[in-house]
């Protein structure tokens, strides 16, 4: 059974390094939650009146589960590659352990054959050649009992090589299921995505299609404004007072993302649905998960799902000026939080274009141009 496994390891140890278990835990916790928030997507999406962006939006999301399966599929590989490293490294430290005691019982066998049963008892003249003897029999008894002593531990550590082994053919096994399921998963993944592009290509040549998703797309900037005059008008006590005017900001904000302006501010041709439509504010194209900050000091009035802008978080920043983040990947924070310039606000979500950030800056509803209160400029 050892030689067999012994064959295995090499083939799947290529190439692999250690890696930490702890770790692999957390992203695998990090996988599992976010299989949770499109889960809680895909439930919010079903409420939804149906129509062209619900239909992206439910492929979309049916594809960033797979994508989420996919990577949860792998990192179970991972993990199950770094238990047999583990397990392997056992194996090669019990087995030379075991060799080392099997070398030390044999010369300390050989010793006492040589010295024979009785020691070297001759003739004794004296009582001092007498306690000599004995002694040297105290001292043979003493010999014996770390004989046995050794043995025992020989055996118990045989016990564990042979436990190790049984704990790596079953970890192995497990692996090899892993491969298998991470195949199948990566096909499903290939399947919505080609699923995906495919509507997305019917899109293009449907003017129907794009005349009614320009509509929903008018309707959803409707809603939205909708939504901030609700908050613009909720009581007094609950809005939010910032140290330093938001204002007096202007040309002072940071980037909420690194990354690079993929769509700026103003009308635009909708790259997929070939109309005319108004940006309200950046399409930042960033690293999908990169950190997500707030601009400015603000609370946190609004963190949910809406509608095609998925994950949704927005900061009351003061005197009727909002910040919003869209297209987030999950929601880290709730209503009514209060945040600092700086803290965290969610992480880079995907859209059908690749990751991206909404980033837009609202005064009394009214969307304005957000490169003109940054610092540094998208690009």
Do not use: C
């Amino acid at each position: 059974m050892r030689r067999s496994l012994g064959l295995l390891l090499p083939a799947l140890l290529v190439a692999q390094s250690a890696q930490d278990p702890a770790e692999l835990r957390q992203k695998l916790a990090a996988i599992q939650g976010r299989l949770g928030q499109v889960d809680r997507q895909l439930e919010v999406l079903k409420k939804r009146r149906k129509g062209v962006l619900v239909e992206i939006q439910g492929i979309s999301l049916q594809r960033d589960r797979a994508k989420a399966q996919v990577e949860g599929a792998r990192l179970r590989r991972d993990q199950a590659q770094s238990e047999v490293q583990t397990i392997s490294r056992e194996q090669t430290r019990i087995q030379g352990e075991v060799l080392k005691l099997q070398g030390d019982l044999r010369k300390q066998v050989r010793w006492m054959q040589a010295l024979g049963p009785m020691g070297d008892l001759g003739f004794y003249s004296t009582f001092r050649d007498l306690e000599a003897w004995l002694v040297e029999g105290r001292m043979l008894a003493w010999v014996r009992l770390q004989e046995r002593k050794r043995l025992d531990h020989i055996h118990r550590l045989q016990g564990d090589l042979s436990a190790k082994e049984k704990a790596l053919k079953e970890v192995l096994t497990r692996l090899a299921s892993e491969e298998r399921e991470a195949a199948q998963l990566q096909a499903a993944l290939r399947l919505q995505e080609e699923k995906l592009n495919g509507f997305l290509d019917g899109l293009q040549k449907d003017e129907v299609a794009q005349k009614q998703a320009q509509a929903e797309l008018a309707e959803e900037a409707v809603q939205l404004e909708r939504l901030l005059a609700g908050l613009l008008a909720k009581p007094k006590g609950e809005a939010f007072e910032a140290v330093v005017a938001f204002a007096n900001l202007r040309g002072e904000l940071p980037q909420p993302v690194e990354g690079t302006l993929a769509l700026g501010f103003g009308e635009h041709l909708h790259p997929r649905f070939r109309t005319k439509t108004l940006q309200s504010g950046l399409l930042i194209a960033a690293s999908g998960g990169a950190p997500v900050n707030a601009v400015a000091d603000g609370k946190v009035a609004f963190a949910d799902y809406y509608q095609s802008y998925g994950p949704m978080v927005i900061l009351d920043h003061g005197g009727g000026w909002f910040s919003l983040y869209t297209h987030l990947l999950g929601l880290q924070v709730a209503k009514g939080q209060v945040l600092k310039a700086g803290e965290a606000v969610g992480a880079v979500g995907d859209t059908v274009d690749g990751p991206r950030l909404g980033f837009e800056i609202r005064h009394q509803a009214q969307p304005q141009d957000p490169q003109k209160w940054l610092k540094r400029r998208y690009r």
